[in-house]
């Protein structure tokens, strides 16, 4: 003991002079750590205590422990000696390093009870559960935005500021974190390792793959103001609002069709790309969208849940029926070249104009006569037919369809 207080007399105290003898005797209650000396363990409970005297002059920030500032100092001296061998970052600290050598290690021990997600640091788990406590401290003064943890205003933060200073290589795209060029070049990588045991689509990352399974869920917890429809995704309904706005910012250079998302401008190119992917089973009939299929399927269900209240013709697709209507409505703005005629749809335009070009491909196998339209020749062949449902009100004779004036 004699000499144990000479070397006190010689050395300012530490708590970390006698860590190298291996017996801690000393117990902290309150989380079970152990110390050599009673001193340390009297320095420790300053952490349980909640008193936080000692503050740091840069950011703010208050530490229980002399030490702990000191250490925390060296953060914002901008010196970092301790290097990471894996990737190359660099720490002021060498407990961060100890910290972020985990990361490599690839063992995460802290798991989430409400979510799952596991961490490499309990410190990355305590931040975490934040999110799920729904407490949100920190406020964006730009938009009001809220966030449970400040590091996550902070990034926010750098929306506001217009700065992008990561810019994907493949694309051009920039971003305002490192983090989110990240995920991005996952897109381009074609990998799509979560998939959905619904539908089988499959997903970059996991939170997408989340997300999207918010649609089968059937929950639908966004709601429009202006038209009362409902979404399952709250990004679903910010897209969707600007349906409202008019303003279509997307236009297409073939056709010149405008477009309030780009999403949809992409989609609409498949059109004129020639390519058709998609291919209906029932009649061969191929789509260059996975949408048009869809809605082209339809047609073959025979169901039809869109009637016209003005003549009670009934359709299969809402768009059908829209234009439709057109034909009620009177307005006639397609016209044609030739003879002046105008047709309330464009389509109409269209089957027309063959008319005039005087190419008829459409031919009566019974008596040869060909015709410019499909529809013509329909209604042809109703002479053949023997049919007769059109009545003289005046003579009782039956007239062949396609002389009936109507």
Known sequence: MADLC?????IPFKCQTLRTWGV?????????RQFAQKACLAQHLLIHSGVKNYRCDECGKQFAQKAGLTQHLLIHSGVKNFKCDECGKLFARKQDLIQHAVVHSGVKNFKCDECGKRFTQKASLTKHLLIHSGVKNFKCDECGKQFAQKTSLTKHLLIHSGVKNFKCDECGKRFTEKGKLTKHLLIHSGVKNFKCDECGKRFTEKSKLTKHLLIHSGVKNFKCDECGKLFAQKDGLTQHLLTHSGVKNFKCDEC????????NLTKHLLIHSGVKNFKCDECGRQFAQKGGLAQHQLTHSGVKNFKCDECGKQFAQKA?????????SGVKNFRCDECGKQFAQKPGLTQHIVIHSGVKNFRCDECGKQFAQKAGLAQHLLIHSGVKNFKCDECDHGADPDVVQI
């Open 6 to 10: 000479r070397v006190r007399k010689i």
């Open 24 to 32: 801690k005797n000393f117990k902290c209650d309150e989380c079970g």
């Open 256 to 263: 010149g069709t405008r477009f309030t998302m780009e999403g």
């Open 320 to 328: 059908g029926l829209a234009k439709h209507l057109l034909i009620h």
